[in-house]
């Protein structure tokens, strides 16, 4: 199975995430429209096709992704890849696809983003982070 995230650099949130048990331009595809519909928003070969810059360019999105070989923009990602899997995926034998989409969904949704502590957060949970400054936009 492989999954694809749109994580916000703000509040390291997971905005929305796909699975499937192909990596094709789909699985990004999948995801980056369900942020689209979902935030209305502000590297692989599959990042780099054409059909995902397009995409991109048709929303207005600008892609953090650097030269071949420097990893400095995927360090958030690969942050919350090494989480999941050392909180949950290194822990669990799947049976199925259908329960591994499951645990995946409650660890993003209800734990991930809702519970777990971030110290670039102020050791807040990307939910609580993300109502804290909407709070201080409309009080300023």
């Known amino acids: 199975m ?4 749109v994580i916000d650099l703000y509040s390291r949130k997971i905005v929305e995430w796909s ?3 192909t990596m094709k331009v789909s699985l990004i595809k999948d995801a980056l429209l369900m942020t689209i519909k979902r935030r209305n928003p502000d590297r692989g ?6 059909e995902h810059k397009n995409l991109l360019k048709k929303y207005g999105i600008i892609q953090s992704m650097s030269r071949k070989g420097d ?6 990602s690969e942050s919350f890849f090494h989480s999941l899997k050392t909180e949950l995926t290194f822990h669990e034998n799947f049976r199925t696809k259908a ?3 499951e645990m995946i969904f409650e660890y993003i949704e209800i734990f991930y983003n809702r519970k777990r ?14 109502e804290k400054m909407l709070l201080k936009e409309i009080v300023a």
């Not at 070969?45 to 054409?50: D, H, K, L, P, T």
């Not at 502590?117 to 993300?130: G, I, Q, T, V």
Request: net charge negative.
């Open 2 to 5: 492989y999954l694809a995230t």
């Open 117 to 130: 502590l971030h110290s670039y957060n102020d050791y807040m949970s990307p939910a609580d982070f993300e």
């Open 45 to 50: 070969s599959q990042y780099a096709s054409y």
């Open 71 to 76: 990893c400095w923009d995927n360090t958030v």
């Open 19 to 21: 699975m499937d048990d």
């Open 99 to 101: 329960q591994a989409n």
